[in-house]
């Protein structure tokens, strides 16, 4: 029998019932100050739980890994108490749940970092505005890292990760995506260093690799997924052979045995993608999570064609808490809201209607 969205599979040591996955996103509805996931954000995960798997919205590592106004943390044991709720909820529905590891780099300003520069592999500023408190605000040019500094950053993964576990996911996701720090290694438009971390694609992808093996060493590599974007030009990202630089991160994934890459097959804004993501997938060897822009006959498609393992869906999950039952029927869908997005109450997140309804 044909695989489509709908047949369970298993991800690492992750059992999932179908392979509809949730894709991480950014709400900004945890309370200010402290970074604690909150009731109304039990609510909408737990609403959310018919997906195979949910990725939760990105969450800082550390306190200089935030962004973004309004976001959850995983680095502090209010935060996963509060973690706890989320994933008991999921669980208790029969879901399965993997928290996403952020640290945003130079997309951040220094009125979200007490003060400090945002850091970066190199300084340059990146175009753009940042959200903060006061509203958006252009971004600075980040203070570039010194090597001696990022074996601690490699530790806040570590004790996020750990943070993670006690809290309850089954597993986490390492974000190396959508011009973020690690991405911000990756990419030589953003990485002008010209030590060990700068230059080749080995000594770029360097610190991507060290973060992984630490995360693994303490999750085990079958409950670890990781994120690409490799065409992503969001936060003003590029790279000068984005299909050589990803194919090679690919294939260094291999030894780490990873439960699944989940990659982002497109760049915010539209516009041609000179990339063949065929290419990215064979290069890897274990389960591939493909993401963007997929429905439910193109996810069925990549799936018994063999190029994806599983589909993570970002916008229909926000706005159809049982989109596995309404792709399942060939129902109507919710349409988002695009306007209650990021912060606000449960309008427009937790208040989407379920079929049932």
Not at 56 to 85: C, F, N, R
Not at 163 to 180: P, R, W
Request: with cysteine; hydrophobic share 40%; charged share 20%.
């Amino acid at each position: 029998m044909a695989l489509d969205l709908f047949s369970p599979v298993k991800l690492g040591s992750i059992a999932l019932k179908n392979r509809m996955v949730m894709a991480p996103l950014t709400r900004s509805r945890a309370p200010k100050g402290t970074g604690v996931p909150q009731d109304l954000n039990v609510t909408y995960y737990e609403q959310r739980a018919t997906a195979g798997l949910i990725v939760t919205e990105a969450t800082p590592i550390s306190a200089m890994g935030h962004g973004y106004i309004l976001l959850p943390g995983i680095y502090t044991d209010e935060q996963v108490a509060g973690w706890k709720k989320v994933t008991d909820a999921v669980h208790a529905k029969g879901g399965k749940i993997v928290l996403q590891l952020w640290h945003v780099g130079r997309i951040s300003h220094p009125s979200l970092l007490n003060g400090a520069l945002p850091v970066a592999p190199s300084a340059i500023k990146p175009a753009g505005q940042a959200y903060t408190y006061e509203g958006l605000v252009d971004f600075v040019e980040p203070r570039a890292l010194d090597a001696s500094e990022l074996p601690a950053i490699v530790q806040e993964y570590v004790h996020a990760t750990k943070c993670a576990l006690a809290a309850g996911f089954d597993g986490v996701e390492i974000h190396a995506a959508n011009g973020y720090l690690l991405d911000q290694f990756l990419r030589d438009g953003s990485n002008k260093r010209t030590d060990n971390y700068g230059g080749s694609l080995e000594n770029r992808t360097r610190f991507l690799l060290e973060v992984t093996k630490a995360v693994t060493d303490v999750a085990g590599s079958d409950k670890v997924g990781l994120r690409l974007s490799p065409v992503n030009p969001f936060n003003d990202m590029q790279d000068s052979d984005p299909q050589a630089l990803f194919n090679y991160v690919a294939n260094a994934l291999n030894q780490f045995n990873l439960a699944y890459l989940h990659v982002v097959e497109g760049g915010m804004g539209g516009g041609p993608v000179n990339f063949d993501f065929a290419q990215l997938r064979q290069q890897f060897k274990g389960s591939y999570m493909a993401n963007f822009g997929y429905d439910k006959t193109r996810g069925n498609a990549a799936i018994a064609s063999g190029h994806a393992d599983a589909i993570a869906f970002g916008v229909p999950f926000l706005a159809n808490p049982d989109l596995v039952e309404r792709y399942k029927t060939d129902a109507p869908l919710n349409q988002a809201d695009s306007e209650t997005f990021y912060g606000g109450s449960e309008k427009g997140y937790t208040d989407y209607p379920f079929l049932s309804a």
